[in-house]
């Protein structure tokens, strides 16, 4: 925009004032030739200020481009997670002094064995190293010290419940200490039966706490596999089989309370069903692994027991045919218990665990039916069976009571371990995926041609009712090229997920074994936003280092 000289602008308006007063017409004549001359002369001072503007604006703008061509240009700076120092021997010893200060001294353990316990897993292949001090607390105030002490010596910090974990989360690849749960946080710290909610530890086991709440008539829906603990749970948001009606622990987790890094204690919310205040700091958590904080109870949601429950079984003359089934269950609106898929391989194997079960050697669906009435589970099987003889299902196979129903449902039961008596004194990795149940089919028959085409044996088995399935490689750790081989597997199978617009993990959770697939997944702008959460909480990276977010 063209500037007008302040002094120009008011004789211009003098000149129209002069006109209003002036009478005579000599004297509106006069004012009328110095108006014009004004003009004039206003005219082209606008001109030539127009001019040097232009000429101005034109000279900067080669300065800047010049400037432009001779500075190397600024790369976005992603955020960089900091990554703590091994520890010295020095610093190891000064912190397990202090914290036998705040701990009973039996409660502070440099055992070898202990160590070895806590770091490494017979059940991972991400194992990195071992704590140098492994804690054993009592309350939510013990942790915060032990949390104070690792903070000044710059000590990481590994929160450690039930040690099932499959993708290396407890290891301790910088050493630090290790905060174990396992043998005084797995108690229940309050019960509010007409709430139906419990607050507990994150060492209980969840099947030692559904033992206690049967008595009342309620359950806690998740069940990952055996021996893991609500802390574990909360870590990775697992699920488990009853996921395609109860949903993920995200839906479970009422409230935290949570250890910060630099050892202050926090509650994420209050105890009611629904809250609206402020940030959703309980789900910032689940499923955060440990890295941004260190959760000492939980408030879980409860169920009530299913008055009616039984479960069925039916054969496939192709694995496609039975992954076809899973869409047209959730568009028909069934609200079925659990839906398990088990192919060829994984039957064969279950016949060679227990022969008596029976079963056909072929890709096989295992249902579970739950409901609050016979009627409405009669309903439910009948629908269920419809949609399988139109997927070319064999035999419909249902319990008619409790016996029965514990011999259909122990082929998926004993799963796991009897996949080993295919490649005996084999290791098994165990792999997670999962992907929208429209993609299922698609997934499920090219990992299969996948598979047909390795050498080595790997059975399937998946919690197909929400999209989420498992190949158990079975491979020798010590033969290089069938290491090599079950990596390879193991890679292709997560990139197909993410082609089809799944996810890596669908409840074993990310540690070490699965963080550089995530900026595949959710590309480097959501892996960044991660990141800047994680330096703004846990500025010096002490917080269970070197899992879920990608190396820097």
């Not at 200490?177 to 419990?198: K, R, Y």
């Not at 021996?227 to 009422?254: D, F, H, K, L």
């Not at 309370?257 to 105890?271: A, S």
């Not at 099987?381 to 949609?387: D, L, P």
Request: proline content about 6%; hydrophobic content about 40%; glycine content about 8%.
């Amino acid at each position: 925009m063209l500037r007008i000289n302040p002094c120009l602008k008011r004789f211009a308006h003098g000149t129209v004032f002069q006109k209003r007063f002036f009478q005579t017409a000599q004297q509106q004549q006069q004012v009328a030739t110095i108006s014009r001359l004004n003009y004039a002369a206003f005219t082209a001072a606008t001109l030539i200020a127009a001019g040097s503007g232009y000429w101005y604006g034109s000279k900067k703008q080669q300065l800047q481009q010049q400037q432009q061509d001779t500075t190397p240009q600024q790369q976005h700076t992603r955020p960089q997670v900091p990554v703590p120092a091994i520890p010295s021997h020095e610093t190891i010893t000064k912190a397990f002094n202090e914290l036998r200060q705040v701990l009973p001294a039996e409660h502070v353990s440099v055992d070898e064995e202990s160590l070895q316990d806590h770091g490494y897993s017979s059940n991972s292949y991400h194992n990195e190293g071992a704590p140098n001090i492994v804690v054993f607390p009592k309350s939510t105030h013990e942790v915060a010290e032990i949390v104070k002490i690792a903070n000044k010596f710059n000590l990481p910090i590994i929160p450690f419940s039930g040690g099932t974990s499959l993708e290396g989360h407890f290891s301790a690849p910088k050493g630090g200490i290790c905060i174990s749960f396992t043998e005084h946080m797995d108690q229940v710290v309050a019960f509010h039966p007409q709430d139906m909610d419990i607050v507990v530890q994150p060492g209980i086991q969840w099947e030692d706490l559904n033992f206690y709440l049967k008595k009342q008539g309620l359950f806690f829906p998740m069940d990952p596999g055996p021996g893991a603990c609500i802390g574990g749970m909360v870590g990775t948001s697992c699920s488990g089989t009853n996921a395609v009606r109860y949903g993920t622990m995200r839906e479970w987790v009422i409230n935290l309370t949570v250890v910060t890094p630099e050892g202050k204690i926090l509650k994420t919310r209050q105890r009611p069903r629904k809250s609206s205040a402020g940030y959703d700091l309980t789900k910032l958590f689940i499923g955060s692994e440990g890295t941004l904080g260190v959760v000492t109870e939980i408030t879980l949601k409860l169920a009530v027991l299913p008055q009616e429950e039984t479960v069925a079984v039916c054969d496939f003359p192709t694995i496609r045919d039975a992954a076809a089934v899973v869409p047209d269950l959730v568009r028909a609106g069934v609200q079925i218990g659990a839906v398990e898929l088990l192919d060829a391989q994984m039957m064969k194997a279950i016949n060679l665990a227990n022969p008596e079960l029976g079963h056909s050697e072929k890709p096989t669906l295992f249902f579970k039916f739950s409901g609050g009435s016979k009627v409405i589970v009669d309903h439910e099987i009948k629908v269920v069976s419809e949609i399988a003889k139109k997927h070319q299902g064999g035999t419909f196979k249902y319990a008619k009571n409790d016996a029965e129903k514990a011999d259909l449902w122990e082929g998926r039961k004993i799963a796991l371990w009897s996949s080993t008596l295919l490649k005996p004194e084999a290791s098994v990795w165990t792999t997670d995926v999962v992907v929208p149940v429209s993609k299922l089919p698609d997934l499920i028959a090219e990992t299969t041609k996948d598979l047909e085409d390795s050498f080595l044996p790997c059975p399937m088995v998946g919690h197909v009712g929400d999209g989420n399935f498992h190949v158990f490689i079975l491979f020798k750790k010590d033969d290089e090229n069938e290491y090599a081989e079950a990596k390879r597997l193991n890679k292709n199978l997560l990139e197909r997920a993410i082609r089809m617009e799944g996810s890596v993990t669908g409840e074993h959770g990310v540690g070490i074994g699965k963080k550089m697939f995530l900026n595949q997944e959710l590309g480097e702008n959501t892996v960044d936003m991660m990141k800047t959460i994680k330096i703004a909480l846990d500025p010096k990276g002490l917080m269970n280092p070197e899992k879920v977010l990608p190396d820097n």
